[in-house]
C-alpha cells in the first residue's frame, strides 16, 4: 500500500497546469466597463488633510477630557482631606495622570 502512494506522488510531481486547454462549460463573458476617471491629486491631498484634521480633534477632545478627569480627581482627593501642594497630593496626582 506504501508503494501505491508514493508511485502516484512521484508520477504527480513536476506537473502543473501549463499546456492544458481546460475550459469552463458556457460561453465567454466579454467585461467592458467604462474606464474610471482618476482623481485629481488636490482630491487626495484635501481628503488627507481633513483625515488628518478629524484625527487632531479628536485627540485634543481625549486630552481635554482626560485633563478634567485629572483635575475632578484631584478635587475629590482635597475634599477627602490631603492638602494641596502636599507630597501626597503631588503623588496622587502624578498616579491619576499616569495611563492605566
Known sequence: MAEDNNAWSEDNIGRSSVGRTAKRPGKEKVVDSPL?????????????????????????????????????????AEQDGVPNGSELYFMAAELFRTPA
Do not use: F
Request: charged share 40%.
Open 36 to 76: 474610471k476617471k482618476s482623481k485629481s491629486m488636490e482630491y487626495y491631498v484635501e481628503r488627507i488633510s481633513e483625515s488628518m484634521m478629524e484625527r487632531t480633534k479628536n485627540e485634543k477632545s481625549a486630552i481635554s477630557r482626560e485633563q478634567d478627569e485629572v483635575t475632578e480627581l484631584l478635587q475629590l
